[in-house]
C-alpha cells in the first residue's frame, strides 16, 4: 500500500515516486511534462487529491497546471499568474516563471498563493483555475524598489518565495523574496511588514542591514509543531525566530567554521521544533554552488541550532560537486521520518533514518 | 488564414497546423486562444510583447509586434526558437 508519495520537480519534468510505509519498494510515476521546467509540485494537503505544478518550457512563457486525481490528468491554468499591464508608455513587467506554490489556511479551500519570478505575490480561490494579484506589493513603488531590477538577484531571476500561512490564522502570512527580505501580514495580506531585524547582509559593501533590499532570505520554514518558530537558510547564513520576537538569531555562526552556514534549502522536523536539516554549500568566492570541498553533507540541529551535527554516512566522501536547491530538500511524517534531497546533477537521496544513514 | 504551430505548442493544437482569423496579428492571436485556451500566453506576455525565443513571420518577413496587418491568405508561422546547447 502506497502511504508516501515524494513529488519532484525538475529542469526536465516531474516524477512521482510512491513507496510502502517502510520506504523500501518504490514505484517512478514520470515524467510528466517531459522537458518543461517545474519549478514546483505541490499536494493540496486539505483534500490529499489535487496537485498544482508551476511550469514552463526554456523557450515558451509559464503557466501553472492542475491535477484533481494525482496527475493520472491534467488541466492547465485559464489564466496564470500575470502582472498587470503597465500604461502606454511605461516599462512593465512580465512573469518569466512561477517558483513558488503554497495551498492557503485549511479554512480556506481551493485557496492557493504563488510567488513568481521576478517577485510577485497571486493568489487563485478556485483551486488555482485563476490567479490574480494579491495584495498590492507587485505594484507597490516602496516594494519596487526593494525587489530591484530583473537584472538583480539570482541567475534564473528574482524570486518571491517561501509563502507561509500560520496554520493557526490565515490572516497571518510570510513571504521571502530574493532580494527584498522577509515580510510578514497580520491582516490578511492588506498591509505587510518588513521582518529583516537580526539578519546580516554581504560584507564589504556597506550595505544598509536596515534596508530589505540587501537581504537574501532562501528558504523560510515555520515549525508545525510551534508556529511561533521559523527558521531560514539566506544567503548570510542561517536564522532562527521565535515570535513575538522581531529579531532573527543567526544560529548558523554554531556550524563548524570549514563549512558555514551558506545554503539554500531547509527542512525542518514535524513533532520537534527543536530540529531542522539545512545543505550547506560552498559560498566563498564566486559562489560555485557545490558542496563544501566536493564533500556533500546535511548538517541537523536538535536542539534548535545551538549544536550541529555532519549526516553524510552512505554520501561520496570526494570529488561530489553538486548540492541542493531551495525546495530540493524535505521529509515525510512517518517515525522514524524519512529525508529526502534531489541534487543539482539530478540524483535524488534519502534517508530512512532521519539523516543517519543516506 | 493558416498558422503554422511548432512543436512545442501542439499540445494545444494537436496539429501542424491551424486555422484562424483576424485583421491583425492581435486579433489573429487572440481568434487562436479562443480556440486552443492558454496558447497566446505561451507566446505573447502580459505586456504584450513577443516572448523572447518566440518569432512570428508573416509570409516570410518577420514581424516586431501585434499591431502587425494581416490580411486574408497571409501565411502566419510561430517559430520557437532552439536556442541554447
Redesign the interface.
Known amino acids: 500500500m502506497t502511504t508516501i508519495a515524494l513529488l519532484v520537480s525538475t529542469r526536465k519534468g516531474a516524477w512521482i515516486f510512491r513507496a510502502d510505509a517502510m520506504r523500501t519498494t518504490w514505484e517512478v510515476d514520470g515524467p510528466h511534462f517531459l522537458g518543461h521546467i517545474i519549478s514546483h509540485l505541490v499536494l493540496d494537503p486539505r483534500d490529499q487529491t489535487t496537485l498544482l505544478a508551476a511550469a514552463k518550457t526554456g523557450h515558451l512563457g509559464p503557466t501553472i497546471f492542475r491535477s484533481t486525481n494525482w496527475g493520472r490528468t491534467w488541466q492547465e491554468a485559464a489564466q496564470p499568474p500575470a502582472f498587470a499591464k503597465a500604461p502606454e508608455g511605461e516599462t512593465g513587467r512580465a512573469v518569466d516563471h512561477t517558483f513558488w506554490l503554497t495551498p492557503a489556511h485549511r479554512d480556506e479551500p481551493d485557496v492557493w498563493y504563488a510567488g513568481t519570478s521576478p517577485q510577485g505575490l497571486f493568489r487563485s480561490t478556485d483551486g488555482g483555475v485563476t490567479w490574480s494579484a494579491f495584495s498590492s506589493i507587485n505594484e507597490d513603488p516602496q516594494y519596487r524598489e526593494w525587489m530591484g531590477s530583473e537584472k538583480d538577484g539570482t541567475p534564473d531571476g528574482p524570486k518571491l518565495h517561501s509563502i507561509i500561512v500560520d496554520p493557526r490564522d490565515p490572516n497571518h502570512l510570510y513571504f521571502g523574496m530574493s532580494g527584498g527580505g522577509v515580510h510578514e501580514s497580520l491582516d490578511h495580506g492588506e498591509t505587510w511588514r518588513v521582518l529583516i531585524t537580526g539578519m546580516e547582509v554581504v560584507e564589504g559593501y556597506d550595505f544598509d542591514a536596515s534596508k530589505p533590499t540587501f537581504h537574501d532570505p532562501h528558504c523560510l520554514r515555520i515549525c508545525p509543531s510551534n508556529p511561533d518558530r521559523i527558521y531560514q537558510q539566506n544567503h548570510c547564513g542561517i536564522y532562527r525566530i521565535d515570535r513575538p520576537s522581531e529579531s532573527w538569531v543567526r544560529i548558523g555562526r554554531n556550524m563548524p567554521e570549514e563549512v558555514g552556514d551558506i545554503g539554500f534549502t531547509m527542512t525542518v522536523h514535524p513533532r520537534d521544533d527543536k530540529t531542522a536539516w539545512v545543505f550547506p554549500m560552498d559560498g566563498t568566492e564566486v559562489w560555485p554552488r557545490t558542496s563544501p570541498d566536493g564533500k556533500p553533507a546535511v548538517y541537523a540541529t536538535h536542539d534548535g541550532g545551538e549544536t550541529w551535527q555532519r549526516k553524510d554516512a552512505g554520501m561520496p566522501k570526494e570529488q561530489a560537486w553538486w548540492t541542493v536547491k531551495r525546495q530540493a530538500m524535505c521529509c515525510d511524517s512517518h517515525d522514524p521520518l524519512g529525508l529526502y534531497f534531489g541534487t543539482t546533477s539530478g540524483e535524488l537521496w534519502m534517508s530512512r533514518d532521519e539523516g543517519r544513514n543516506w | 488564414m493558416k498558422v503554422l504551430i511548432p512543436s512545442?505548442?501542439r499540445s494545444y493544437t494537436q496539429s501542424s497546423q491551424a486555422e484562424a482569423s483576424g485583421s491583425t496579428l492581435n486579433e489573429v492571436l487572440v481568434d487562436l486562444d479562443r480556440q486552443y485556451?492558454?496558447i497566446r500566453?505561451?507566446?505573447?506576455?502580459?505586456?504584450?510583447?513577443i516572448?523572447r525565443?518566440?518569432r512570428i513571420f508573416v509570409n516570410g518577413v518577420s514581424v516586431n509586434g501585434l499591431a502587425q496587418t494581416i490580411q486574408p491568405g497571409d501565411d502566419v508561422v510561430i517559430v520557437?526558437?532552439?536556442?541554447?546547447g
Open positions: 512545442a505548442l485556451p492558454g500566453f505561451r507566446i505573447i506576455d502580459e505586456q504584450q510583447q516572448r525565443h518566440i520557437q526558437a532552439l536556442s541554447g
